[in-house]
């Protein structure tokens, strides 16, 4: 099982970031985090890197019910999504797979809203 989902898209990067944002919105979530990869490397360690950031999405009712039924499952969240444009007007979008980054986790209720995050997921992906 693979640890994400993904797709390539053609468009600027700050478009592609506003699509999925977008298309997250529509399955209920919405972002806690931007992590900007690019400005941070240049930053920290003075190099040039692609664009590249991290979105952190969180479905609220989700994040509430896996919490529930696991009390240290926020080290796993929020749902990570990278949107990269190694050249130009060519971005990928990937997205965690929560169901197999849940497998270690021996809970079922967690499997099942795993299960679920990930149908939704693979939605915003598809429809990008």
Do not use: W
């Amino acid at each position: 099982m693979k640890y994400y989902f993904n797709k390539k898209i053609t468009g600027s990067f700050e478009e592609a970031i506003q699509r999925v944002t977008s298309a997250l919105n529509k399955e209920g979530f919405g972002l806690l985090t931007e992590i900007d990869i690019t400005a941070t490397l240049k930053k920290k360690l003075g190099v040039d890197f692609y664009n590249y950031k991290i979105l952190g999405a969180c479905n609220p009712s989700f994040a509430y019910n896996a919490l529930l039924a696991e009390d240290k499952i926020g080290t796993m969240l929020p749902c990570n999504i990278i949107v990269q444009e190694k050249k130009p007007g060519k971005v990928e979008v990937s997205a965690i797979n929560p169901a197999a980054s849940m497998k270690l986790i021996l809970n079922k209720d967690l499997h099942r809203i795993a299960t679920e995050v990930k149908d939704k997921l693979k939605k915003v992906i598809k429809e990008l």
